[in-house]
């Protein structure tokens, strides 16, 4: 069986420049925006200490 990482789609809206500047970083680093947010979510889970920093699987 392949190893496939499970997604859960879902739909939000944020500030639009907030989303701008993501998209930005997004075109300048190659790394699609749902990595990144995958990367800013765990950030904030393990500043409010949901998830432990060695539990991240994100940079």
Not at 9 to 37: M, V
Not at 40 to 52: F, G, M, P, T
Request: proline share 3%; no cysteine; charged share 40%.
């Amino acid at each position: 069986m392949e190893n496939k990482k499970r997604r859960k789609q879902w739909s939000t809206a944020t500030d639009y420049d907030l989303y701008e500047k993501l998209k930005g970083l997004s075109d300048k680093t190659r790394i699609p925006t749902t990595k990144l947010l995958d990367e800013a979510i765990e950030d904030l889970l393990v500043k409010y200490n949901i998830l432990q920093k060695s539990d991240k699987k994100n940079p």
